[in-house]
Structures are given as C-alpha cells and as structure tokens.
C-alpha cells in the first residue's frame, strides 16, 4: 500500500488505527480504566471503533470529504478509497485523527476545526512545494481542494 503521508504522527496513528490497537471506551471499561463504555460524543452506544470512526451521527460528515459527494462505505473510511485521488485518502486519515484528538481531548467534534486543520495542511505543504520546487506534484494533489475552496491562495 503507498504511503498517503509523510508525517511521523499521522502515520503512525494510522498503523494503530489499521492494526485495531485504539482504545475506545469500550476497551477500556473492559480494563476497568473508565467506568462507562458509551461513546464520547453520543453518549448513547458503546464506543467501538466502528462507532466511534464511521456509525456515531456526531462524526458522521464522511460524505462532505469527497468532492463527487459520493458515499463512502465503512471499508473506504477504514483502509482509503481504492482508485481515488491521494488527496482524499489523505482526508479521511486527517479527519480520522481529528476525531480521535476531538474524543481524547473531551471536546466535541468539529468540522470547522477540521477545516481550519486541512487549510493548513494545504498552506504548510504549499510554502514547502515552493522552497522544494516541486509546486507541479503539489499542484495535482491539491487542485480538487484548490478548485472546492474559497480560500484559494495564489
């Protein structure tokens, strides 16, 4: 499988995430470290991975990821959509972790702040392509976002 990120952190939650060690409530009610196994945000079901990444209605905004405003199944947010840009498989990782940092921090997740997290991903990676010269390959992963956005920085 090709690498979506070269980010240390990003990469490696996401080896965590694939290989099924996050500790979700409902693993750690198991330990008796919480004393609930209800999700973060819903507070209504347990708090699996399945829940928690792609069932709870608080994180459910899976469809507003892909530009073709397709949906994406439960394999596609779990291990990346086959065939489709690096860029929204990059998305899916980011929003991924955004919603794991948004649970471990008890604050509720939110998809301006998710936002807020791709625009400077686009900025970083942007300011990075120039010193690097290499603004052609970032122009393709990119140009979806730089076409879907507003904030198109020139």
Same mark, same amino acid.
């Given at each position: 499988?090709?690498?979506?990120?070269? *980010?240390?952190?990003? +990469?490696?939650?996401?080896?965590?995430? =694939?290989?099924?060690?996050? @500790?979700?409530?409902? +693993?750690?009610?198991?330990?008796? #470290?919480?004393?609930?196994? !209800?999700?973060? &945000?819903?507070?209504?079901?347990?708090?699996?991975? /399945?829940? =928690?990444? #792609?069932?709870?209605?608080? !994180?459910?905004?899976?469809? $507003?990821?892909?530009?073709?405003?397709?949906?994406?199944?439960?394999?596609?947010?779990?291990?990346?959509?086959?065939?489709?840009?690096? /860029?929204?498989? #990059?998305?899916?990782?980011?929003?991924?972790?955004?919603?794991?940092?948004? +649970?471990?921090?008890?604050? +509720?997740?939110?998809?301006?702040? &998710? *936002?807020?997290?791709?625009? %400077?991903? @686009?900025?970083? *990676?942007? @300011? %990075?392509? $120039?010193?690097?010269?290499?603004?052609?390959?970032?122009?393709?992963?990119?140009?979806? @976002?730089?076409?879907? !956005?507003?904030?198109?920085?020139?």
């Amino acid at each position: 499988m090709k690498a979506v990120s070269s *980010e240390t952190f990003i +990469r490696s939650f996401e080896f965590k995430f =694939l290989d099924d060690i996050i @500790y979700t409530n409902m +693993r750690l009610a198991k330990i008796v #470290y919480v004393l609930k196994d !209800t999700c973060t &945000f819903c507070y209504v079901d347990s708090e699996t991975v /399945l829940h =928690l990444f #792609y069932e709870c209605p608080f !994180t459910d905004f899976w469809f $507003s990821l892909s530009n073709e405003h397709e949906e994406l199944l439960q394999r596609d947010v779990f291990i990346g959509k086959s065939g489709k840009s690096d /860029l929204l498989n #990059y998305l899916l990782i980011l929003a991924k972790l955004h919603i794991w940092s948004s +649970r471990h921090f008890a604050k +509720r997740f939110n998809f301006d702040v &998710f *936002e807020e997290i791709v625009d %400077i991903k @686009y900025r970083t *990676e942007k @300011y %990075i392509a $120039s010193k690097n010269n290499t603004e052609r390959k970032f122009q393709a992963k990119w140009q979806v @976002y730089i076409i879907n !956005t507003s904030n198109v920085y020139t």
